[in-house]
């Protein structure tokens, strides 16, 4: 079995964060399922950089030590699990215009679930305070990972620091009754301070979420949603917009392996701007809705999807045809289609999913794209990819391969600027002891925006990790 023990990058320093994760045991006990759990970790990483901040004007090289610490609670019952972890990084530095010794990526997270005989209860909040030049696209604890890309994740290269605050919520009932309810909700807010950029505003994002299902019968399902969003900025024109919809809702068992689900709705969109001292309102109404046909297959799925939104830049509209497929040893998911975009440009769009484990190694790879509008109603054309290949050399040391490649351009609408990130990652890790991990490699980096040049960066980096599980 392959490790997945690796470094996930913070700007151009990579340390591994142990949290809430698997971690090797100390004195080689693994804790049971059920009860308080309590997980330690400690990360020293020690990296030369040439270009730490990615600034395309001036390449200054830096050399810092960072020393990140984690501590982790989970107490796992039969219906209910609550999460606590606190993490952050000593960071000593040596570079132009930086502190000697900084407190940064400091992090606080709060979960707890609940699974009732009908009913579910989801709830988590996070803080995070960090510094925005070290701030990494590709880290794969960003806040809402499922969210797309937004204007600003990939050309952060400005001083000062970044405050995330975010909370969601989710609760569901009569999973196994005809009529069931579904409200769920999350609110994020982002605050830059010491900041040059003018584009590293303040925002407030507040979504709510409530749906209602009805079962009519044994194939067929029906469903009323109700969404809203309040999104606040301090931008220029301290933009205020509320967006509201309604929507109407069948899913439809065609056969015992076809299924059709559909939906309509409608759509408003109100926007307060301040433009030349004048408080103006926008009204922007629009038709949205879904169609998906789906074929269960013996080793997997095919279907094909309609997708109609609106935003308020105008109309766009998304078709796809998608093909799931089970492997020996893995697995790959195809998606291919087009959306024409607001400015009524047909641009093609899909995702590509692999996955293959073999005796000794492991290779995953993930490309997408797709149109999307930003929190900031900014139409995006969005490509990410990204290649993970692990090898383990013998029972003690492994070597793993990353690279991860994101672009955000323009697709109608308003001016943006284009922006291309990659980052090319090789490592080599090997276990000292059982409980310590010594991990070594080199990383480089690209950042290319429009209007503002290119940068890139080398870094070679060494780590010695320890992490280890307490059960009161």
């Known amino acids: 079995m392959i490790r997945t023990h690796g470094l996930i990058g913070t700007g151009c320093l990579s340390v591994l964060f142990l949290g809430a994760g698997p971690v090797p045991a ?245 926007t307060d701007e301040t433009i030349l001292g004048v408080r103006q309102t926008d009204d922007d109404t629009g038709i949205i809705g879904s169609a998906a046909l789906t074929r269960e297959l013996t080793r997997g799925t095919i279907g094909t999807s309609f997708d109609l939104r609106e935003s308020v830049n105008g109309q766009t509209a998304t078709w796809l045809v998608n093909r799931a497929l089970t492997l020996p040893r893995g697995a790959i998911e195809i998606s291919l289609g087009a959306t024409s975009d607001v400015s009524d440009t047909i641009r093609p769009v899909g995702s590509f999913n692999f996955t293959h484990e073999m005796k000794r190694s492991s290779l995953t790879a993930r490309v997408e794209r797709q149109v999307t509008t930003s929190t900031r109603s900014n139409e995006l054309r969005v490509t990410r990819a990204s290649v993970d290949y692990r090898y383990e050399i013998n029972s003690l040391s492994d070597l793993s391969l990353t690279a991860n490649f994101a672009e955000l351009a323009r697709s109608g609408g308003p001016e943006v600027n284009d922006t291309i990130r990659a980052d090319l990652r090789a490592t080599y890790s090997r276990e000292i002891t059982r409980d310590w991990r010594l991990s070594s490699g080199y990383e480089y980096r690209v950042r290319d925006e429009d209007n503002n040049g290119s940068a890139t960066s080398n870094r070679i980096f060494l780590t010695l990790e320890r992490g280890f599980v307490f059960r009161p």
């Open 26 to 270: 100390q004195q080689g006990s693994t804790p049971q399922v059920g009860g308080p759990v309590l997980t330690f970790g400690i990360s020293s990483t020690l990296s030369a950089t040439d270009n730490y901040n990615l600034d395309p004007n001036n390449s200054d090289s830096a050399v810092l030590f960072d020393h990140r610490l984690s501590f982790g609670y989970e107490n796992r019952r039969a219906i209910d699990t609550l999460r606590f972890d606190l993490d952050g990084v000593v960071r000593a530095i040596d570079a132009p215009g930086s502190g000697s010794r900084t407190i940064d990526d400091g992090t606080a997270r709060l979960s707890y679930d609940r699974e009732g005989t009908n009913s579910r209860f989801r709830t988590s909040a996070e803080y995070n305070l960090t510094s925005v030049n070290f701030l990494d696209p590709f880290d794969n604890n960003r806040f809402f990972a499922d969210d797309p890309l937004d204007e600003t994740d990939l050309k952060l290269d400005d001083r000062g620091e970044r405050e995330q605050i975010a909370t969601r919520f989710s609760f569901e009932t009569g999973i196994n009754d005809p009529l069931g309810f579904i409200v769920d909700g999350r609110y994020r807010e982002r605050n830059y301070s010491d900041t040059t950029d003018p584009d590293l505003f303040d925002t407030r994002v507040l979504n709510v979420n409530g749906t209602t299902r009805f079962t009519l019968g044994p194939k067929t399902r029906a469903r009323v949603a109700l969404r809203y969003e309040d999104y606040s900025a301090d931008d220029a024109p301290q933009t205020d917009r509320q967006t509201s919809s309604i929507s109407l809702g069948l899913t439809q068992a065609l056969s015992k392996i076809d299924t059709l689900d559909v939906s309509l709705g409608y759509q408003d969109i109100e």
